[in-house]
């Protein structure tokens, strides 16, 4: 059976996955506007196919990381994990400041065609995405190792919760024209990601 303290582990690496997760898809970019634009076309089905796409480059890198990247960089992980800290910090201010004027929509751009192919596309393009594995995933998926394979692969689980909930209820909320995700409500959230992240910076500090 499982410990109560191993379990305590994995809920609290879930959930930090998760809202990690979740600010970085929140964040108005390039993958949120394929989602919008894509949802146009294909309906509510288009955002779980984006998040896939997206997912999809993010096994590489995970991949990437477990086949030897991480034993590479084991001797500077104490480093990594303060920039990771600090990344986490900057990230959170920078949510939190967007948030004032942040629009779910940025783009009417004619609709795009294969949801699978946008999300692996707009991710793999984005300069963001690559900046934030670079500093915070990779501190998180090497913390994760440190604890085992299993925990790093649930840091992951939690990461793509965040992505596919989010996409989903964006593309399932355009497509039946519900309010729910309002520009008021967007921000909203976006502020809540933005103080979340400030918080498990300063947390993954501390325990650095």
């Given at each position: 059976?499982?410990?109560?303290?191993?379990?305590?582990?994995?809920?609290?690496?879930?959930?930090?996955?998760?809202?990690?997760?979740?600010?970085?898809?929140?964040?108005?970019?390039?993958?949120?506007?394929?989602?919008?634009?894509?949802?146009?076309?294909?309906?509510?089905?288009?955002?779980?196919?984006?998040?896939a796409?997206?997912?999809?480059?993010?096994v590489?890198?995970?991949?990437?990381?477990?086949?030897?990247?991480?034993?590479a960089?084991?001797?500077?992980?104490?480093?990594?994990a303060?920039?990771?800290?600090?990344?986490?910090?900057?990230?959170?201010?920078?949510?939190?400041?967007?948030?004032?004027?942040?629009?779910?929509?940025?783009?009417?751009s004619?609709?795009?065609?294969?949801?699978?192919?946008?999300?692996?596309?707009?991710?793999?393009?984005?300069?963001?995405?690559?900046?934030?594995?670079?500093?915070?995933?990779?501190?998180?998926?090497i913390?994760?190792?440190?604890?085992?394979?299993?925990?790093?692969?649930?840091?992951?689980?939690?990461?793509?919760?965040?992505?596919?909930?989010?996409?989903?209820?964006?593309?399932?909320?355009?497509?039946?024209?519900?309010?729910?995700?309002?520009?008021?409500?967007?921000?909203?959230?976006?502020?809540?990601?933005?103080?979340?992240?400030?918080?498990?910076?300063?947390?993954?500090?501390?325990?650095?």
């Open positions: 059976m499982i410990g109560r303290q191993k379990m305590l582990e994995m809920i609290e690496m879930l959930a930090m996955a998760f809202t990690i997760g979740l600010t970085g898809a929140l964040a108005p970019g390039p993958t949120l506007v394929a989602t919008v634009n894509s949802t146009l076309k294909n309906g509510w089905t288009a955002g779980p196919k984006v998040a796409g997206h997912a999809l480059v993010e590489f890198i995970f991949l990437l990381i477990v086949g030897g990247l991480a034993m960089l084991q001797q500077y992980s104490h480093y990594i303060v920039a990771g800290g600090l990344a986490l910090i900057v990230f959170g201010i920078l949510t939190v400041k967007a948030s004032r004027s942040a629009s779910m929509v940025q783009s009417q004619e609709a795009v065609g294969n949801p699978y192919l946008t999300g692996i596309l707009t991710s793999a393009a984005n300069p963001y995405f690559w900046i934030w594995w670079l500093s915070v995933g990779s501190a998180l998926v913390s994760g190792l440190s604890l085992g394979l299993f925990m790093a692969v649930l840091f992951m689980i939690g990461h793509w919760g965040a992505d596919f909930g989010w996409y989903t209820l964006v593309s399932t909320s355009l497509d039946r024209g519900k309010s729910i995700l309002s520009e008021a409500n967007y921000r909203r959230i976006l502020a809540l990601c933005g103080g979340l992240l400030i918080f498990f910076g300063l947390y993954y500090l501390s325990s650095a």
